[in-house]
């Protein structure tokens, strides 16, 4: 058995688009409920609504979309 490392590249259009995704989810009500948490999704520290960023929970550049279960409010710290 030979073991080969090797990771599989996503192609620059689908992460683009994705992207794109995001940014249309960030103006949506929906977006505007998760923030209303005013917490970090990861730490859990409270945070202003205004100063909780979108992230991808499985990254784009590993195969993560931009859909509702994927994305989540967080601290930059």
């Not at 989810?25 to 909780?52: D, I, V």
Request: glycine share 2%; charged share 30%; with cysteine.
């Amino acid at each position: 058995m030979q073991f080969e490392d090797w990771q599989t590249v996503p192609d620059p259009k689908v992460i683009r688009k994705e992207k794109q995704k995001a940014r249309e989810l960030r103006k949506s009500q929906w977006w505007k409920n998760r923030r209303a948490c005013n917490s970090c999704y990861y730490c859990e520290s409270p945070t202003p609504a205004k100063k909780l960023t979108m992230d991808h929970v499985v990254p784009l550049a590993r195969g993560g979309r931009s859909i509702k279960s994927n994305l989540v409010p967080c601290c930059k710290s």
